[in-house]
């Protein structure tokens, strides 16, 4: 049984390599937004054509992620959403709502010092990770029951 797994958050590291790398050998298939930010912000006005007003362009580009972001959250077994360093990202809070919402099991993932701030977030969540690395060992628990050595 293949464990589907939608990797929602932040794009400005490669946290989502790191996953896949340390989860090499595990039945999981991975699903993920766009990550090249220019496509994820302009789509809508690629495909849909150009607004002169950016509030309009965004909200083109917005829904069409929002589509692929329902899908992946939908059909995945376990949600994992990482929340950076750097950034604010509001579109990680709502796929994690989304997710809780849904019923999904939801890992959130971000350093230690964000932990005052996500704390209704954490308390939605089923595990708090701090790093790829724990996320990998999680899922390897929930599909084999091993422990890291």
């Known amino acids: 049984m293949t464990l ?55 909200h083109k580009g917005a829904k069409l992620n929002a589509i692929r972001t329902r899908k992946g959250i939908e059909e995945a077994d376990v949600v994992v959403v990482r929340f950076g360093e750097k950034y604010k990202q509001w579109n990680a809070a709502f796929d994690a709502g989304y997710a809780a919402a849904l019923g999904k099991s939801l890992i959130v993932l971000h350093p230690p010092e964000h932990s005052h701030a996500l704390k209704e977030v954490n308390a939605a969540a089923l595990a708090v990770a701090e790093n790829p690395a724990q996320v990998a060992a999680l899922l390897r628990y929930v599909l084999t029951g091993e422990l890291p050595a």
Do not use: M
């Open 4 to 58: 589907q797994v939608y990797l929602s958050g932040e794009i400005h590291t490669d946290w989502r390599e790191q996953l896949i790398a340390a989860a090499r050998g595990l039945d999981v298939a991975f699903n993920a937004p766009v990550t090249d930010h220019s496509a994820s912000d302009d789509c809508g006005v690629v495909i849909l054509g150009a607004e002169p007003d950016k509030f309009w362009h965004d």
